[in-house]
């Protein structure tokens, strides 16, 4: 069987192999039911996106090894970008993302913390609970994906920025 050859990209190799390990994790995990690990690994790709455009954009120490929270990450984000960010790339568009991710984040919580968690004498059951799981999985996969569409739209707009400068001098 032939190896399969990827192209590398020019920049930081590492951080492109652990983002397409992890998107490939994510979807096998999706499709085998294993939601709270995609969940977790959908959690990581949008922090690590969001942590990488606050220390770009000087929001954040970039020598900083500070854990901060997806809340956090979400409330700089409704603070430094007020207006609703809509992804144009994919379906269904989000028109409003600060506000989808703060919604998944929540649902995110319940299937994290749900599973053996009840409220009194009432415990849900584990089928709702599975079927609420799948739901903020593949929730969560569209989120990380306009997240990522975002990130990458910022960036484009950086080096357009850095040529037009670059023409300049």
């Known amino acids: ?6 192209p590398v990209p020019e920049t930081n190799a590492s951080k492109y192999f652990s983002h397409r390990e992890a998107w490939g994790r994510i979807k096998r995990s ?3 039911g ?3 690990e995609a969940v977790t ?6 922090s690590d996106r969001l942590q ?4 770009k ?3 954040l120490d970039p020598e900083s090894k500070k854990f901060i929270s ?18 144009p790339i994919r379906e269904p568009r989000f028109t409003n993302l600060q506000q989808s991710l703060l919604d998944w984040k929540n649902d995110r919580n319940h299937v994290v913390h749900g599973i053996v968690k009840s409220s009194g004498d009432v415990h849900d059951d584990v089928l709702d609970f599975f079927k609420a799981a799948e739901r903020i999985a593949k929730d969560g996969a569209l989120i990380a994906e306009s997240v990522n569409n975002w990130y990458r739209r910022y960036k ?7 040529r037009k400068l670059a023409k300049i001098s």
């Open 30 to 32: 999706i499709a085998h």
């Open 1 to 6: 069987m032939a190896t399969k050859i990827v």
């Open 156 to 162: 484009d707009r950086q080096k357009a920025e850095a």
């Open 41 to 46: 690994l959908e959690e990581s790709v949008i």
């Open 34 to 36: 294993f939601y709270l």
């Open 57 to 59: 954009t000087g929001v």
């Open 70 to 87: 997806l809340g956090k990450f979400i409330e700089l984000l409704m603070k430094h970008e007020p207006d609703p960010i809509c992804d």
């Open 52 to 55: 990488t455009y606050f220390r």
